[in-house]
């Protein structure tokens, strides 16, 4: 405080501020608390086989075929009929589903849950499925070519596209792929897969769902059914155990 000095007449006062030595009126803090994380999911084997959809869920007509090869050498199906290996050997929880006729027109489901002991286990093999992917061509010709016992693989182009979007709290990558082949080979000559990989906790998540269209049909329809499986499938899980 500045204090001016004037000439009085009478006596001399002299101002001090003035200090407070009492509390304040205002009103006493609340303590703070820091948000308390959510625990990670841990899931086992035998609640993810338990929670596994299976081919009742699919549909009514629908059946239980065999496990495709790479599911039972614990490997992912990738873009252009390749394989992705899983890291580190993780119990599995696999099974492959179809509808009537899906040697032709019909649909096909399979799916394979890696179970890791722990996260960052699973979270180092899914950055190894993403490697992979990022390696896919978006678009492959591939020429016709001999194959062991008097087979022939039929010429096909691929086209492949992905995209990452976490979903429920997992990450979530999805790949499309359509394969075509010459028109000769069937009316229904184009073949749409749509892959779905996902990890959370300690699980390790890789379907396919498959089914042969013609030229002009729209691909739209059966990508929305992969997608209300999914999204069924990770309801299931929950938040594991």
């Known amino acids: ?114 179970i890791y002991p722990d996260e960052p286990s699973a979270n180092r093999a899914m950055l190894a499925v993403q490697e992979q992917l990022d390696k896919c061509p978006e678009n492959k010709h591939f020429p016709s070519k001999k194959l062991p016992d008097e087979k022939i693989e039929i010429s096909h182009d691929d086209e492949w596209s992905k995209s990452s979007v976490p979903t429920s709290g997992w990450q979530h990558i999805r790949g499309i792929e359509s394969v075509t082949y010459p028109r000769y080979v069937s009316i229904v000559n184009v073949r749409h897969l749509v892959f779905d990989y996902a990890q959370r906790g300690n699980l390790v998540f890789g379907s396919i769902y498959v089914q042969r269209l013609g030229p002009k049909d729209s691909s739209k329809p059966l990508q929305e059914k992969a997608s209300e499986i999914f999204d069924e499938q990770l309801e299931r899980f929950g938040d594991g155990v």
Do not use: V
């Open 1 to 114: 405080m500045r204090l001016q000095r004037r000439h009085l007449t009478g006596p001399i006062l002299i101002l001090t501020p003035l200090i407070s030595l009492g509390c304040s009126e205002e009103a006493p803090k609340k303590p703070t608390t820091s948000a308390t994380a959510a625990p990670i999911p841990s899931y086992t084997l035998a609640e993810t086989r338990k929670s596994s959809i299976q081919a009742a869920d699919l549909g009514k007509k629908w059946t239980e075929g065999e496990l495709p090869e790479a599911f039972e050498e614990k490997k992912l199906r990738g873009c252009s009929n390749s394989d992705i290996p899983l890291l580190d050997s993780p119990e599995i929880a696999a099974g492959k589903f179809g509808e009537p006729e899906f040697r032709t027109t019909g649909a096909n489901y399979a799916r394979i849950i890696a």
